[in-house]
C-alpha cells in the first residue's frame, strides 16, 4: 500500500537527518524528541485508515461457501456488537469453551458463519490470502473501541489460568540468547536502538503496548496485528515459530491486555 | 558430561526444586504450561523447537524474579567454568571489525540462513552506547563508552591489565559468569560469536586506539 508524502515531509525529513548528522552525541535526546515529531506529523492521515475502511467492508460483506457475512460474529458483547468489543479481547467464550483473543475469534466466526477453514488461515503467511483480510478487520474491529480503556474480564477460571500462563511465557528464558520477552519489556524506560520499550509488568499507560496494536508500520508499509507482532517479538527471541492464534499467544494477550486495564485504547496505531 | 558437571546441575535443580515447594499447585501449574509451550511452536529455518528446553541456568532465571543468592552464585560458577582463555593467548583482534560486529544485529532467527559464527553480528549497540559517534544505541545495558580508558587499561598486553582484560573476555564468553540471569546473551558459550570474532569486540572496547578510547 504506497503511502503518500508531501515534498515537504520529505525536506523535512531531510532537513531533519542532516541535523542530525552534525549534532553528533549531544543529539541523543533530541534524536528520540525528532522520531516523536516525525510520527506526529504523519499521523495526519494515517495509512491504517485504509484499512479500517476495507475491514468494515469484509465485516459486512457475504463471503466464503456459505455466502454470508460476519454480522452475526459474537466478539463477546453478543452477535454484531462491535463497538467496545476490542477493549475486552481476549476474553472466554462459552460456544467453543475456550479463551479468545479478536484473531482466533474472527476465525471461529469465519468458520461457523462463511464456512472458511481456519486450518487454511492458519498456515497461510502474513500479508497473503486471507491473512490480508484478518489485517483489515483487525484494523476496523480495533478501530470501532478507539479511545474506549482495556477493560479484560478476569470473573472466569479459565481467564485466569491463561493469565498465569501468559505471565510464565512472559519470564520464560529460551533460546540461543536466552531471551524472554522481560529481556526487553520487564524494566521501565529502556530502549533497543532508538526504539522505546514499554515495562509490560503492569500498566504502560495509554496508548501504548496493548492497546496499540494493531498498528501500520511506516518502515514496511504493512498493518500489523498483534498476532504478527508477537510472531515477530518471538522470531527476534530467536525462538521457534509460534502457531498463529495459538495458546501462548492468547495467553501472552491476556497477560498484557490485563496489565493494562484503564489504558486508553489508539489502535489501530501509527509506528515507526 | 562430566562427573563434576552432573552435581553441580544437580544442585542447581535442587535449589530451584526447594524455592518452588512454597508455592501452591507449583508443579501441575508447571506442567500444564509447558504443554502449552509444546502445543504453540513449531520448527522453522534454524530456529527448532529444541530452543524451548531450558538449561538449569534458564529455569532458575525464568521466575520474573531475582534467584535466590544460593541459587545465583551457583549459576555463576557453573558459568565461570565454561570459560576458556583465547587458544593462543591472543586476546585482542582488530577494533574496525569489532566495530561493524557491535552495529550486526544479525543472525540465530528463523530468516536467517545459518547458524555459523560467521553469519551473526554481536549486536552490541542494540542495548550499550560504545562509541561517541554513534548515537542509536539501546540503554538496556550499560554504556561502554571508554570502556579501556575508564579502567585504566592504556596498554593491554601490561600485566596490570590482565585481570580487566580477562574478565572482559568472560564477561564476552559468559556474562552470567558474574551476574546470574544478566539480560545479555552468552555470546561464547552459546557458540553465538566465534573466538576470532570475541577478539575484534575485545579490541573495541580495549585498544587504546579504538574510538571508545579516543575519542
Known amino acids: ?272 | 558430561m562430566t562427573r563434576f558437571h552432573k552435581i553441580s546441575l544437580g544442585a542447581v535443580a535442587a535449589a530451584v526444586l526447594a524455592g518452588c515447594a512454597a508455592l501452591p499447585a507449583g508443579s501441575a501449574l508447571d506442567s500444564s504450561f509447558l504443554a502449552m509451550l509444546k502445543g504453540s511452536f513449531r520448527s522453522e529455518g534454524i530456529a527448532t523447537v529444541d530452543r524451548l528446553d531450558q538449561d538449569a541456568g534458564q529455569q532458575a532465571c525464568s521466575t520474573g524474579q531475582p534467584p535466590s543468592e544460593t541459587v545465583a552464585k551457583q549459576v555463576e560458577a557453573q558459568a565461570l567454568a565454561t570459560i576458556k582463555p583465547p587458544s593462543d593467548g591472543q586476546y585482542l583482534g582488530d577494533w574496525r571489525e569489532g566495530e561493524k560486529l557491535a552495529q550486526n544485529g544479525r543472525g540465530m532467527t528463523w530468516t536467517d540462513k545459518s547458524s555459523a559464527p560467521s553469519a551473526n553480528g554481536a549486536n552490541c549497540y542494540n542495548c550499550h552506547q560504545i562509541t561517541k559517534a554513534e548515537i542509536s544505541f539501546g540503554t538496556i545495558g550499560p554504556s561502554l563508552y571508554q570502556y579501556g580508558k575508564l579502567r585504566g587499561v592504556s596498554d593491554p598486553k601490561d600485566p596490570a591489565a590482565a585481570a580487566m582484560v580477562q574478565y572482559t573476555w568472560g564477561k564476552i564468553n559468559n556474562a552470567w559468569a558474574y551476574n546470574a540471569c544478566s539480560n545479555m546473551p552468552r555470546f561464547g558459550h552459546k557458540q553465538l560469536l566465534d573466538e576470532q570474532q570475541i577478539k575484534h569486540v575485545m579490541a573495541l572496547l580495549l585498544d587504546p586506539k579504538s574510538p571508545v578510547n579516543v575519542q
Open chain 1, 1 to 272: 500500500m504506497p503511502i503518500t508524502v508531501r515534498p515537504s515531509t520529505i525536506a523535512w525529513v531531510a532537513a531533519l537527518a542532516a541535523a542530525l548528522a552534525a549534532a553528533g552525541a549531544s543529539a541523543q535526546k533530541s534524536a528520540a524528541d525528532g522520531i516523536a515529531e516525525y510520527r506526529a506529523m504523519l499521523a495526519d492521515g494515517n495509512p491504517a485508515e485504509l484499512f479500517e475502511a476495507k475491514g468494515e467492508d469484509l465485516w459486512k460483506q457475504k463471503r466464503g461457501p456459505k455466502k454470508a457475512s460476519l454480522e452475526r460474529c459474537d466478539l463477546g458483547l453478543g452477535p454484531g456488537v462491535v463497538k467496545g468489543a476490542w477493549v475486552q479481547l481476549p476474553r472466554w467464550f462459552a460456544d467453543t469453551g475456550r479463551v479468545q483473543d479478536l484473531e482466533s475469534r474472527l476465525l471461529t466466526c469465519m468458520d461457523t458463519l462463511q464456512g472458511f477453514a481456519p486450518d487454511q488461515i492458519i498456515k497461510t503467511p502474513f500479508g497473503q490470502g486471507e491473512q490480508v483480510t484478518m489485517e483489515a478487520l483487525s484494523a476496523w474491529i480495533s478501530a470501532e473501541s478507539r479511545g474506549l480503556r482495556m477493560a479484560l474480564p478476569q470473573a472466569h477460571p479459565e481467564e485466569k489460568r491463561m493469565y498465569q500462563m501468559g505471565q510464565k511465557a512472559f519470564f520464560y528464558r529460551g533460546g540461543p540468547m536466552d531471551f524472554a520477552c522481560s529481556t526487553c519489556h520487564g524494566q521501565a524506560y529502556k530502549r533497543i536502538r532508538l526504539q522505546d520499550l514499554p515495562d509490560l509488568r503492569g500498566n504502560p499507560g495509554d496508548g501504548v503496548g496493548f492497546a496499540a496494536w494493531p498498528a501500520y508500520r511506516v518502515s514496511s508499509g504493512e498493518m500489523w496485528s498483534m498476532q504478527r507482532r508477537l510472531n515477530d517479538c518471538f522470531r527476534q527471541q530467536r525462538f521457534p515459530y509460534p502457531g498463529y492464534t495459538s495458546d501462548v499467544t492468547i495467553a501472552l494477550s491476556v497477560y498484557m491486555g490485563v496489565n493494562a486495564k484503564g489504558a486508553e485504547a489508539i489502535a489501530p496505531a501509527l509506528k515507526r
